[in-house]
């Protein structure tokens, strides 16, 4: 699910709300962490069994698969896209960067990561 979130213009800067605790996908909030991930590189495949994940890039380009139900679904966000993709629990992830740099995404977790709670894969 792709969300929207709202910028305050502001003649100095503008200020980014990007969740708060009125925020359809809003699912509570433990941790927030930015993963980085190098030119010409992968991270996934990954599967958080309860873990609801809110994805915001802050640098770079980022494709994003999703795999759930025998379905496989792509996303691309950028620095300048504006959106959040949030990613139920039980869905299978992978991250691609495609800038010339590193990229940098933010994720706003529900929960504290545990690496008892996930699962990972090479391919699917």
Do not use: D
Request: hydrophobic content about 35%; some cysteine.
């Amino acid at each position: 699910m792709i969300n929207k979130f709202k910028i305050k213009k502001n003649n100095r800067g503008n200020i980014y709300k990007i969740i708060s605790k009125k925020s359809k996908f809003y699912h509570g909030f433990s941790e927030l962490y930015i993963s980085c991930i190098k030119k010409n590189e992968t991270k996934g495949w990954n599967k958080h069994k309860k873990m609801t994940l809110n994805l915001f890039v802050i640098k770079g380009k980022i494709r994003i698969e999703i795999y759930k139900n025998n379905r496989k679904t792509r996303k691309i966000l950028n620095e300048n896209s504006l959106k959040i993709l949030t990613i139920p629990p039980n869905t299978w992830v992978k991250f691609i960067n495609l800038s010339q740099n590193s990229s940098k995404i933010i994720n706003f977790a529900n929960l504290m990561h545990n690496k008892n709670e996930m699962e990972k894969k090479t391919n699917l």
